[in-house]
């Protein structure tokens, strides 16, 4: 063990903590918002190569620290898959099985319902824009 291994360990270990909070969000949600695939695929898949670069470095810390990031990365991406099928079988009950992955990659189909499900403020009495 080295100390470069120890520090980078710790820094992926506190990633994985932090990735596992937005799974648990994600979960209780039951969906998302202002977030596209593409950058945790990205990241999820730097992780597995990780998890064959650090044990070739005989950096164990980082190897058992990416394992937690690449694992909380892999069930989230997962998780918002699932939901944004789930979301789109929904507005689209007819012949919309789920949302293509390319769109959902993009984040088009967040996009669309996000404006859909967003109103106009309420306005407060005695604001200059009430009428």
Known sequence: MTAPDLVNGSFELLGGWAL????AQLYRDKGHRG???GATAFFMTWGYW????????????SFVGGLNIVTANTVWLVL????????????NPIGGAGTPLAVAWFGT?????????VS??????GSPDAR
Not at 50 to 61: A, V
Request: glycine residues 0%.
């Open 80 to 91: 918002m898959i699932y939901y944004a099928r789930r979301k789109h079988a929904q507005h």
């Open 50 to 61: 990780n998890l064959y670069y650090y044990p070739h470095l005989d950096q164990w810390w």
């Open 109 to 117: 189909w967040e996009v669309r319902h996000l404006r859909e499900e």
């Open 20 to 23: 596992w909070r937005n799974v």
């Open 35 to 37: 977030v596209t695939l």
């Open 120 to 125: 106009p403020p309420a306005l407060c009495e």
